[in-house]
Structure formats: C-alpha cells, structure tokens
C-alpha cells in the first residue's frame, strides 16, 4: 500500500539547535515534494518545493533534501526558534499524476524550547 | 494571503441533515480542493476541481459531493451527515495541475462537529 511517514509525531528541540525532520515515502514515485507548516487553528502555508531531479534545496533558514534511492526528504531548520514551533507536512505529487494532487503525510509537531 | 475564505468557519448539525461548505477565493486560481483533517490521518482528499463544472473525486469522496458554477466558488455538499464526516475542512487553491508547479494556498478551515 501506499504510505507517507514522517518521523515521530512530536520533536522538541532547544532554540539555536538544528531541528531535522524526516519523510520516508512507499510505492509513490514523486515528481517532486512539497513542505508545508501548519499552525494551531490554521491551514497550512507551503514553505519549500523539491523536484525528483535536485538533491537540495534552501530556503533563509530552511533547507530539504531529496533522496529518491532512499524514498525520503529531510527537512532542517537551522538556528531554530521558539516561533519555529508548529506542526511540519511534507506533500508529495506522484509522478504521471494530473492536475497537481497532492498526497500528505501526517505531520511532525515542533517545539522548540528557549 | 491567497485570498480564500471559507464558510462558515465552526458548525454543529445533527446525523441525517445536510451540510453545505463554502470556499471563496478571490485569485482566479483554476484549480481547487477540498481536503478534511483528522487525528492520525493528516490531509485527504476529498473532492477537486480543474475548471468550472469539471470536478472529481478524491480518496475519501463517500458521502460528498462538490458543485463549482463560478470560478471564485466551491462547495462541498454532505448529503446526509453521519458522525464520521466530525472533522476540519480546508479548502485549497492551485494556479496549476501539470507537474511542474503546484504549490496549494490553504483557507483557515471549518470545524464540523456532526452529533
């Protein structure tokens, strides 16, 4: 079956640290992978896209990496802060897929502590 | 902000009676989703649309249904409310559905409580 994981549901990090959250994916081939940050109460606001064919991509303080022999896409947040902290969802879009569906995973919460 | 709105933003309705969601965007994106929100579950798909009066299903479309007359609007209709379809609704928007670029712009959601 197909599946999207994202590593623990809940990461709590000190601010100034690297926070890396991880998403592993089965029985999809991505075209590319999207992230997004929700916060309580809100939609989710998209952050970072990544294609099949790139390795890295950075965003200021963000930066995702691709790995399709892996099956997974890392997220870091490099100097976190307190104001980091918020529920993190990788997307991905399925390669040969029409009208850009988006295929999410369950997201990892982050707290990032003073 | 992508400009969608979304109505109304909390109901409580009663097993059996139907539910009309609102989603209003005001970019002129051609391409728009309904997704619903659980606990454990993350984002699903429910219904999407490519166009005015072109739309599809999703991955959990048992139990809705969409109509999109204008390209501003897009509801989602629950034909007979059950306790399973208690959730949070997001409406989204998308300036395309090739594979080149599809980032999605969210609304803030509804929070349906069916009884």
């Known amino acids: 079956s197909q599946k999207i994981e994202q590593n623990s549901e809940a990461l709590n990090i000190q601010e100034g640290k690297t926070a890396t959250l991880t998403c592993n994916y089965t029985?999809?081939?991505?075209?590319?992978l999207q992230w997004y940050r929700q916060d309580p109460g809100r939609g989710p606001v998209f952050l970072l896209l990544i294609r099949e064919n790139e390795k890295e991509k950075r965003k200021e303080r963000l930066k995702v990496t691709f790995d399709t022999t892996l099956k997974q896409s890392l997220f870091h947040i490099t100097a976190s802060q307190p104001a980091d902290s918020a529920t993190y969802l990788c997307?991905?879009?399925?390669?040969?897929?029409?009208?850009?569906?988006?295929?999410f995973g369950r997201g990892t919460q982050l707290t990032v502590w003073p | 902000d992508a400009g969608i709105t979304q109505s109304p933003r909390h109901k409580v309705t009663e097993t059996g009676t139907p539910v009309t969601l609102r989603c209003h965007q005001t970019?002129?994106?051609?391409?728009m989703y309904w997704y619903r929100q659980d606990p454990g579950h993350g984002l699903r798909l429910i219904h999407y649309s490519y166009g005015v009066k072109d739309t599809d299903k999703g991955e959990v479309s048992d139990g809705y249904s969409v109509s999109r007359s204008k390209t501003e609007d897009f509801l989602l209709t629950l034909e007979s409310a059950t306790s399973s379809q208690t959730s949070v609704y997001f409406c989204a928007t998308g300036t395309s559905g090739t594979l080149h670029y599809n980032e999605q712009f969210f609304g803030p959601g509804t929070r349906l409580t069916v009884l």
């Open positions: 997307a991905l879009v399925n390669r040969g897929s029409t009208l850009g569906r988006l295929y």
């Open positions: 029985n999809y081939s991505p075209a590319y």
């Open positions: 970019e002129n994106h051609r391409y």
